[in-house]
């Protein structure tokens, strides 16, 4: 089974500008979760997109922004980039219902750098 | 609101030694508790996990119990090895959601 995919690994933008990150979940996961991880903060959750419609939402302002499509990918944009956006974005596989619901399996991550 | 703390590392260690990660965790309900792991320019991945009281998960020799009334989740091992060396997380999920709490991570270093 194909594990969690993230693209791209890595992303250089300057202050201003927007950021789009994809992730396709396990096959058959049907929920996708998003973090930020820095040193300064961890690991802090964005949000969950189950079928494609948003499930649960973190503290971060409304740059932060995702969806899901039909297929279970997902993306996750951030508008007007800030240096402290700088972080390792990291996203998780759900299988999404019951039980299963909160266990997650990662992929490795895009690394972006803003300047 | 649910936290979880985890001893502040860096962790060093000898090879063979054991190994203790303490975390605790504050939470509304039952909620599940993880360890992950994470290598150097790695995600994370699944360790162990339990879902409720008394509950004891293992994995590749590491072993947590979920103690309810301490609430508690601490990580052992009773031998590491250099590969163990890595940066370790607590973590909880309440409620059945897709929102993970993770501790602050504690790093671990074995040395030959």
């Known amino acids: 089974k194909a594990g969690v995919t993230q693209t791209p690994r890595y992303l250089i933008k300057t202050r201003g500008q927007q950021v789009t990150l994809s992730c396709s979940p396990i096959s058959g996961h049907r929920s996708v979760s998003w973090y930020q991880q820095t040193p300064g903060q961890g690991l802090q959750f964005l949000f969950e997109y189950f079928s494609e419609t948003q499930r649960n939402k973190g503290n971060f302002p409304g740059r932060f922004s995702g969806r899901q499509f039909s297929n279970s990918r997902s993306e996750m944009n951030v508008s007007t980039l800030e240096l402290g956006d700088s972080a390792l974005y990291l996203c998780?596989?759900?299988?999404?219902?019951?039980?299963?619901?909160?266990?997650?399996?990662f992929g490795p991550g895009t690394r972006l750098t803003v300047l | 609101g649910n936290s979880v703390t985890q001893m502040e590392g860096p962790v060093t260690l000898s090879e063979e030694a054991f190994l203790t990660i303490n975390c605790t965790y504050t939470?509304?309900?039952?909620?599940?508790l993880f360890w992950y792991v994470q290598y150097p320019g790695e995600g994370l991945q699944l360790l162990l996990k339990?879902?409720?009281?008394?509950d004891k998960g293992s994995n590749k020799g590491f072993e947590a119990t979920y103690r309810k009334e301490t609430t508690s989740f601490h990580l052992e091992k009773g031998s590491v090895q250099v590969s163990d060396s890595a940066v370790y997380f607590c973590a909880l999920s309440s409620g059945n959601t897709g929102k993970l709490i993770f501790g602050q991570g504690t790093t671990l270093q074995v040395k030959p």
């Open positions: 939470a509304t309900g039952y909620p599940s």
């Open positions: 339990a879902t409720k009281a008394d």
């Open positions: 998780a596989s759900l299988i999404g219902t019951g039980q299963g619901r909160s266990e997650q399996f």
